[in-house]
């Protein structure tokens, strides 16, 4: 997890880990006179003892420890010998990987605790939860007598080799260890090694460094050996990055660990990582910006641990620091996540040499081995203060868990499920999987004081029965606010520092996104009350999606549904690769007393083969929508069904750019929901081909978010590719494009769309503004019947400012300037609040109004004829939560979203931020998958085939 605050950009931190140099790096400087030179074997664990019946990570792996880093079916071979071989060793399995590695922890503990650890597991449970406690004897006796449980978790990001090779050795460590000190860890805590956290990854990565690997092992960071290709190994297989999925919980890496954390109730969790090869070793505690929900028992541990660590560091005169970069703002780590559970949770991150050795800026050169070892060395550091510290940890541990329990501030949070069950569903069971409890409502209640997620206020609020209740006095209370909390605000005292960076050193301190909330993401009918709640309800055990069915299987004319719920999206994407014929209402309309909204999807029976009826009812079951059979096409109210106002879908055939220089977050995101989500067929395609590709094959196509700025897409396609991208739009394609893709297609260069980044129509913004008046004159304008028949000269007219003037340039430098400050302080992460235009199919099913991740420094106008489907909101109701500036709140509101425009037969939809960030922002996500679906028909004119 390589930090850097060098960089705008967040993804950038990804791809320049090679390119930072810490001149304070002292590994190689020779130390004093009696310590160990860098470079120089020594024990990983000096005067160690072993029991030879254990075998050693090197029995199995055939060379020395650290000699090179070990493929996953080695470490699960070693992994099964240890489990083997000794009583106190337990191997376990706790989910699967997409590409199908086994995931393992392993327990390791004394004989008597391996003898109990059901019992173990139960008891901390009473002090996690304790409501199940008879009294404050019995918490006093299970702190005096249970051992604590410390989880030590490894490369989540498979291209940070060391940590999963340390893993092993601290295993065979507290496996064979004979020595007291081992003992009395074993004596003392549960130890939980989860040695390698995403297999899928580091297999990627080490595939292609060792396929660079020759027999001269190059110092150089630039080789190929150390760097590897795109996608490298930090995502997981979709390549997203499992260390911010925490709490978002998508993928089964994720799920399947966290179920088993929450099983074993740590006090202590480790989260090992590695970052740039000229930099030393970081561990906790963090810098400021602090949880306004932490205590001052975290931060006493943090220094705890702390100097522990130091000490065994001072040992051999190795190089660390604290603080410095590492902030745990963001709760979607495994070393801030954890903190909310009433575990202490501790960051490492060493300098990454990627297997084999990097010679540093001072000369020296740091091994493969000496990573492993300042890993392997901080572990039992870690777990030497839990082991010394039992007794202070757990009892910390319970009366955390108490304060929670017993607190008399209390929130509660409330969810009604509205049209879209299925969305509202998947969201509580995200909050079931963390064991957060849930209560849903037997009767109508009425709540009091009450905020929704648009910071709109209401003294009293009536809910429905089913309407879902959280609140924050439970044993997890410190995750539920973090997480559940619409707009969690970075303290002021930190503040006033980032301002003072931005300003003077034109950086910002801030690693990651400022704002996660849940309930926002899913965009939900949220509400939040400080206080408790009077309702009748009863808690949540298991999520069961709706039921759906197809009502009136024998109609005469044609099949209805709502395209409004999650489901709905998965029914059309069976429908259309089946070759039905689906059509889609672009105005409501009644019929059989029924009325539907814009996006209804109509199957007319004329239209579609014999067997429609019986595949509809499999879907209605199995999707849980509600489909009709109507058996007229004449309407009571609206278009009639057999008209000109239901358009023709197009089966999608998409392609989906990928290869550097595409950021491969935004493309994992994509393909994950392509994939996983939407099971749809997709071919991905190389960028680098582009320009030779036979584009009639698709017709939509799809380009991710780049890094290094719009500039790589024009680089990438070159003259020839741009001509033959602009043909294949005019013949009928839909280009989707992404943040930076977005501002490669507005790029006044590329002569593709009429839509541009602000940043360069200064001169004429006024042109914009003015369309933007018209706009909303449109919208607000009051007929004024007695002006209209009987003018008077001073009339108001729409639009008026229609001919603007242009900037002198004076205006123009002034102008420039003011715009080139407020990109310095772009939202960084903000949820940001984006009107939708509900008359435009791309807004379908999306509702009014949708929260969105924006980290990004353009902003997008447009004008006539480019349609406007999201408008970032007004500058009072702009930022819903997270950090945004006053010169970005400026800047940024009012200006498009998504945008689209015809383009000859085809279009052009632009997306200025990626809308389905880490694959959990649901709301946003659905105009994605409208412009997937739904584009080929609604916006293209496709040829007919003949
Ligand atoms: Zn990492």
Redesign the pocket.
Known sequence: ??RSLKIFSLYLALVSIFYFYTPTSADGIDPAPGLPKSGQIIPFFPDGTYDSRIPAPEDILGCEMGAKPCRYEEMVRYLIALGQSSPEVLLQEYGQTYEGHKLYYLIISSPENMAGLDQIKAEIGFLADPRKLSGENQAKKLIETLPAIAWMAYS??GD?LSSTDAALQLAYQLAAGTDTLTRKIKQNLVIIIDPLQNPDGRERFLAQVQSFSGNITSWDVNSLQHNGLWPWGRGNHYLFDL?RDWFALVHPESRGRIKSILEWNPQVMVDC??MGPFDTYLFSPPREPFNPFWTSTIHKWWKKFAQDQAKAFDRYGWSYYTREWNEEWFPGYGSSWSIYLGAVGILYEQAGVQGSQVKRPDGAILTYRETVHHQFTSSLANLTTAANRRQELLSDFYQEKKSAVQSKSVTTYIFVPGENENRTKEFVQTLLMQNIEVKQAKTEFTASDLTDIWHTQFSKKTFPKGTYLVSSAQPLSLLVKTILEFDLRIPSSFLADERKELEKKKETKLYEVTSWSVPLAYNLDAYRTDGPVTASAEPVTQIEQPVGKLENPQAAYGYLFSYGTSGSVLAVARLLEQNFKLRVAEKPFTVQGKKFQPGTILLRISENPAQLSSTLEKLAQEYGIEAFGVNTALAEDGADLGGNEFELLQLPKIGLLANSPIDFTNFGAIWHLLDEKLKMRATTLDIDRLAWTDLSLYNVLIFPSSWGGGEEYARQLGKGGMARLKQWIEGGGTLIAIGSAAAFVADTSSGLSQVRLKEQVLDSLSSYEAALAKIDSVETYKIDTLDLWEPKESSPVAGKKESPEKAGPSDSKKIKEADERARLFLPRGAILRVDLDQEQWLSYGAGSKVPVLVYTSNAFVTKDPTLTVGRFASQTQLRLSGLLWPEARQRWARTSYLTRESKGKGQIILFATSPNFRGYFAGAERLLINALLLGPGMGAAIPLEW
């Open positions: 997890m390589y989540i990001h940070e260390n990582h590695e």
